[in-house]
C-alpha cells in the first residue's frame, strides 16, 4: 500500500507516493538519493513536512525521510567554557533531528542565539534552507557550516556560513535547484556556533519584548524568551496540537513583502531594510484587503488565531488550500498592487 504524503505534512495534505524510503543513517540518506537519481527518477527528501504543499495526485517518485540523528559538542569548546560565560560552543547537529528539541537542550545549557526560534516544527536540516526565522532571531546568525550531499557533483561538501547565500527565508540550498521535486543540496548535518551565557541575545522584536515586559536591546533569561515565544506562537495557533485545526497548517503561508518605501500602505508596518527596501507585513495585508481571522469555509480557511496561515479544517484537499491561497493572494494585489508569494515548498501544484 503506497505512502500518503498526507499523513506526514503538518498541513495533513497530499496524495500517495511511488516509493518510499527512510533514511536513519547519513549513508543510508545519501544511498537513497543518489539510487534515484541515477535511475532518473523525481526525489523528494523529506523532514518534518512543516513547510510543504503536496498535490492531492501525490508523488510519482521517491519520497525520502529524514530520520538521522545525533548532536556532537566540541569537546575543546565544550571545555573552555566551563570556567567562561563569554565562550562559545560549536555544537553538529544531524539533519534529521527535530529542530525544537534542539532549541530546548541549548536553552537548558546556556546556549545563546536560538532561543527565539522556539515552537518551529519541523528538523533540523530544513532550517539553513529557508533561513528559518522569527522573532528577530534568523538561524542564520548562529550557523558555522552546512554539510551537503550534492546531487550534481555526486559527493559531500562544506559550505562556511559566508557561502550559504542567506537571505530573508532563502539561502543557496532553496536556490539551487535539481529538479522541480529538490534542491541540489541535501543537508546532511548543521554546526552551529553558539555563545554561552545566562541571558538571551538582545531582544530584537517589538510583540517579544512586550510579550516578556522588557525594552527593545535588553536580555532577559534563555528560559523567559522560550517561554514567551511559545506562548506567543501558540496564540496563533503556530505549536502542533493534533487537536487544533488552526494548526494545521504549513506556518506562514506568504512571506513578508519586500517592496519601495514608497508602496508600503498607509498605517502598514514598515521596516527599512539594508538594501534600501522597506519590509511591511504580509498579515496586516491580508487582514486589511479584507480577509479576516477564519476567512474560507469548513474545509480550508485562513486561522481563527492569524491570517497569516492557511490551514485544513479535517476535510481539506490541497486543491482546496490553493483556491483559498490564491483568493487571498489575488485580492492583496488588487487591494495594493503588492504580489504576496507563498513560503512553504509547492510539490506538483502552484498558485
Known amino acids: 500500500m503506497s505512502e500518503l504524503l498526507s499523513d506526514h505534512t503538518t498541513l495533513r495534505l497530499g496524495g500517495p507516493a511511488r516509493r518510499w524510503v527512510r533514511a536513519t543513517s547519513e549513508q543510508e540518506l545519501i544511498a537513497a538519493v543518489d539510487e534515484a537519481d541515477s535511475a532518473g527518477e523525481p526525489v523528494l527528501v523529506l523532514g518534518g513536512g512543516s513547510n510543504l504543499v503536496v498535490a492531492d495526485e501525490g508523488f510519482d517518485g521517491t519520497v525520502v525521510e529524514v530520520a538521522t540523528e545525533g548532536v556532537v559538542v566540541d569537546s575543546e569548546t565544550a571545555d573552555r567554557t566551563r570556567t567562561s560565560v563569554c565562550g562559545g560552543v560549536m555544537v553538529t ?8 528539541d534542539l532549541v530546548a537542550r541549548a536553552v537548558v545549557s546556556r546556549w545563546v542565539g536560538v532561543e527565539a526560534l522556539s515552537g518551529i516544527p519541523g528538523t533540523v536540516g530544513a532550517t539553513p534552507i529557508q ?29 562556511a556560513a559566508g557561502d550559504c547565500g542567506f537571505g530573508y527565508r532563502t539561502s543557496r540550498f532553496k536556490a539551487d535547484r535539481y529538479d522541480d521535486a529538490g534542491g541540489r ?8 556556533q553558539l555563545p554561552v551565557g545566562d541571558t538571551a541575545a538582545s531582544v530584537a522584536y517589538v510583540e517579544l519584548a512586550r510579550a516578556l515586559g522588557v525594552e527593545l536591546g535588553e536580555r532577559p533569561s534563555l528560559a523567559a524568551v522560550r517561554e514567551a515565544v511559545l506562548g ?3 496564540g496563533k495557533g503556530m505549536v502542533l496540537d493534533p487537536d487544533d485545526h488552526d494548526t494545521w497548517s504549513a506556518g506562514s503561508f506568504f512571506t513578508n513583502p519586500l517592496v ?28 486589511h484587503a479584507g480577509f479576516a481571522k477564519g476567512h474560507g469555509n469548513d474545509r480550508v480557511s485562513l486561522s481563527t488565531k492569524h491570517t497569516l496561515a ?29 504580489e504576496l508569494v507563498n513560503e512553504p515548498v509547492m510539490l506538483g501544484c502552484s498558485l
Not at 533561513?131 to 561538501?157: C, K, M, P
Request: proline share 5%; aromatic share 8%.
Open 232 to 234: 506567543l506562537r501558540a
Open 93 to 100: 547537529v544531524a539533519a534529521g533531528e527535530v529542530w525544537d
Open 260 to 287: 519601495d518605501p514608497a508602496r508600503v500602505p498607509a498605517g502598514a508596518p514598515s521596516y527599512p531594510q539594508p538594501d534600501g527596501r522597506t519590509k511591511t507585513s504580509a498579515a496586516w495585508l491580508i487582514d
Open 131 to 159: 533561513n528559518v526565522g522569527a522573532y528577530g532571531q534568523e538561524v542564520s546568525q548562529t550557523v558555522a557550516r552546512v554539510r551537503v550531499w550534492d546531487r550534481r557533483l555526486r559527493g559531500v561538501r562544506t559550505f
Open 185 to 192: 543540496h541535501v543537508v546532511l548535518d548543521v554546526t552551529f
Open 310 to 338: 492557511l490551514t485544513n479544517r479535517g476535510r481539506a484537499t490541497t486543491a482546496d488550500l490553493i483556491e483559498l491561497a490564491r483568493e487571498v493572494r489575488d485580492g492583496v494585489r488588487a487591494a495594493y498592487g503588492i
